[in-house]
C-alpha cells in the first residue's frame, strides 16, 4: 500500500488534484476527511498542508507526497527524500527584500544584528550563515511584507512569483535565497521495497504523461490529396502526421497530428490557406 500525501488546502492544492485527475489517478474525497481512497485500491491519500509534507515523507509517514521545493529545504530534508518530477508550476523564489526608502541595498549593507522576518527562518538563517553574517529572524506565519513598516524588522525574506505583492507593498529585492516549483517527493526506504516502488513508478508515469500532454493538441483536417506534401512540412508531429482516406471523397485525405499548443494560433490559419477543412483542435488527457 502507498500512502500519498497531497496539499489540503493553499495554492498548490487545486493545480495538483487536476494533474492527478488528468493522469486517471481518481481520488474519492468524502466531506472534509483528511484520508480518502483512489482508483487504485493499493494507492490512498491523506491531506495535509504543503509545509508539512517533507517531514510526513521524510519520516515515513508518507510514502510519497506532493509539496514546493522551497518547504522541502526549509525542513531540512533534502537528504532524507528523493524528488521524483517537476510539476513545473507553483513558482516562487525566496528572496531578501528591503523597504524601496531604505539604504540597504545590497547583502554587504546589511549590518550585523539587523532583524530579518520571515516565514523561513531556516532557509534565511542558512543563508546568513553561509555569508557569516549575525542577524536576528523574527519568524512570522504570513503577511511578512508587513514587519519593516511596523518596526519589527528592517528586511524580510519572502516568497515572490510575479512580484505584485513587493511591489504594492515598497519593497525592492536584495537578493534571491532560493527559487522553487512544485514537486513529487519519495521517502528513500519506500523506494528500496519492490512492490512499493513498482506502484510509485506507475504514480511517477501518470503524472508525467498528463504533465506532456498538457502541452500538446491533437489537431484533425481533412485536406486536398495534393497538399499533403506541404502539411507534412508544417506539422512533423511526434512521429509524423497520420493521412487517411476519406471514403466518400476521392480528392481528400483525413490528416491527425500532435503538435505543440503554442504552435497552434500560427498553424491553423497556414493550413486552411492550403485548403484544410473540418479543422478539429482537441486536448490531450496523457501521452505514454
Ligand atoms: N505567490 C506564489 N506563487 C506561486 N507559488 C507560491 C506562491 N506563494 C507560495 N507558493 C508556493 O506554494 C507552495 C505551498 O505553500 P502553502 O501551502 O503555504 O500555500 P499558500 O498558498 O502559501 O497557502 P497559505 O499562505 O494560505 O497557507 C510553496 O511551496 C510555495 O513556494
Ligand atoms: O509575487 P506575488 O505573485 O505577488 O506572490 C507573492 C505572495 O504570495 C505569497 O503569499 P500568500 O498569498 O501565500 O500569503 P501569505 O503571505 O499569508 O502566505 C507570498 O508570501 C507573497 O506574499
Ligand atoms: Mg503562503
Redesign the pocket.
Known sequence: MIMFAL?N?????EPVMDVLEKAGLKITVKGRSLFANTVDKDIKVMFA???DIPEFVADGVADIGV?????VLERNVEDKVDILLDFG????K?VLAAPENSNINSVEDIKEGMRVAT?FPNLTKKYFDKLNKKVEIIELS?ATEIAPFIGIADLISD????GT?LKLNRLKVIDEIVS???RLIANKKSLENEKKKEKINQIVLAIKSALFAETKRLIMMNAPKDKVEEIKKLIPGMAGPTVSKVLSNDEMVAIHAVVNEDEIFSLVPKLHDLGARDILVVPIERIL
Do not use: N, Q
Not at 159 to 162: E, F, H, I, N, P
Open positions: 496539499p488546502k493553499g495554492r498548490i492544492s498542508r504543503a509545509r509539496t514546493g521545493y522551497d518547504l508550476f507553483g513558482f516562487a525566496l516565514e504570513g516568497l515572490t512569483s510575479t505583492t522553487s516549483t512544485t
